[in-house]
C-alpha cells in the first residue's frame, strides 16, 4: 500500500509563490498526480510525473525524485481564485490503484 | 463528452435503508474507482474495477458493494445505511490506469 503525507494548510499573499510538499512510501511506485480541488466541487487534474525531474505547465510546476520518495507542487504568480485543496496521489505498480493523500489547504490573500 | 456522471447529486437517507449510487463514463475507460471524502479530508478509495466483471477492495470497503456488468457503468450499493457512512462519494475513471483520473460531480451523503 501507500503511505502519502503532505502539510494540511499553507498561506501565501497574491502574487507570490508556494510550494506544496507531498512525500510517499509506496511498495510499487507508477506514478505521482496532483490534482486541485475548489471547496464542494470534484478534483481537477493539474499534473503527472513518472520519471524524476520537473514538469512544467504554466503556472504550476510538479518535481518527483523517486529515490527521495518525493515530490512538489510549485505554484507562481498566485492568484485568488487558486485557493484550493491540492491533493497529492501515488498510482501503484502492482494493481494501479490510485491513492490520495489528505490534501494541502492553500489560501492566497491580497 | 459528458464524461463521468454520477446521480444522484444529493440523497438523504434514514438508518438502516438502502440505496445504490450511479456512475456511468462515456471515455471507454476500462478503470473506474469510486472514493469517500469526508469533511476535510482526502480520498479514501472504496472499491476500484480493472475492466468489466472485475472489481477490488479499496482502502474503506465495508458496508459498501459494487457491481461491473459493463465498461460504462460502476455502481456503488449501501446495504443497511449507517452515520459513519455520511459522506461526499466521487466516481472516476481512467485510461488502462495510466492516465489521470477523471471525476463526476460527486453525490452528496446523509444519513440521519
Known amino acids: 500500500g501507500q503511505n502519502i503525507d503532505q502539510p494540511t494548510e499553507m498561506t501565501a499573499t497574491e502574487g507570490a509563490i508556494v510550494q506544496i510538499n507531498c512525500t510517499y512510501q509506496?511498495?510499487?511506485?507508477?506514478?505521482l498526480f496532483w490534482y486541485q480541488q475548489h471547496a464542494g466541487e470534484a478534483p481537477t487534474f493539474l499534473s503527472y510525473?513518472?520519471?524524476?525531474g520537473l514538469e512544467e505547465k504554466g503556472r504550476f510546476s510538479s518535481f518527483l525524485s523517486r529515490s527521495k520518495g518525493y515530490s512538489y507542487l510549485l505554484l507562481k504568480e498566485l492568484q485568488m481564485k487558486d485557493s484550493a485543496s491540492y491533493l497529492c496521489?501515488?498510482?501503484?505498480?502492482?494493481?494501479?490503484?490510485?491513492?490520495f493523500g489528505a490534501g494541502t489547504t492553500v489560501t492566497v490573500r491580497a | 463528452n459528458a464524461g463521468v456522471t454520477q446521480t444522484p447529486k444529493f440523497r438523504i437517507l434514514k438508518i438502516g435503508q438502502s440505496m445504490t449510487l450511479q456512475c456511468t463514463q462515456d471515455?471507454?475507460?476500462?478503470?473506474m474507482y469510486w472514493y469517500r471524502q469526508d469533511p476535510g479530508m482526502g480520498l479514501k478509495l472504496i472499491y476500484y474495477s480493472v475492466g468489466a466483471g472485475i472489481t477490488d477492495k479499496g482502502e474503506v470497503p465495508n458496508g459498501y458493494n459494487v457491481s461491473r456488468s459493463t465498461t460504462e457503468d460502476f455502481p456503488l450499493r449501501l446495504e443497511l445505511a449507517a452515520p459513519s457512512q455520511t459522506s461526499v462519494y466521487f466516481c472516476?475513471?481512467?485510461?488502462?490506469?495510466?492516465?489521470?483520473?477523471?471525476f463526476g460531480q460527486g453525490t452528496r451523503l446523509t444519513v440521519v
Open positions: 509506496t511498495s510499487g511506485f507508477n506514478g
Open positions: 471515455m471507454n475507460h476500462n478503470y
Open positions: 510525473n513518472v520519471l524524476d
Open positions: 472516476a475513471s481512467s485510461y488502462e490506469g495510466i492516465t489521470e483520473a477523471f
Open positions: 496521489a501515488v498510482r501503484d505498480r502492482t494493481d494501479y490503484k490510485l491513492s
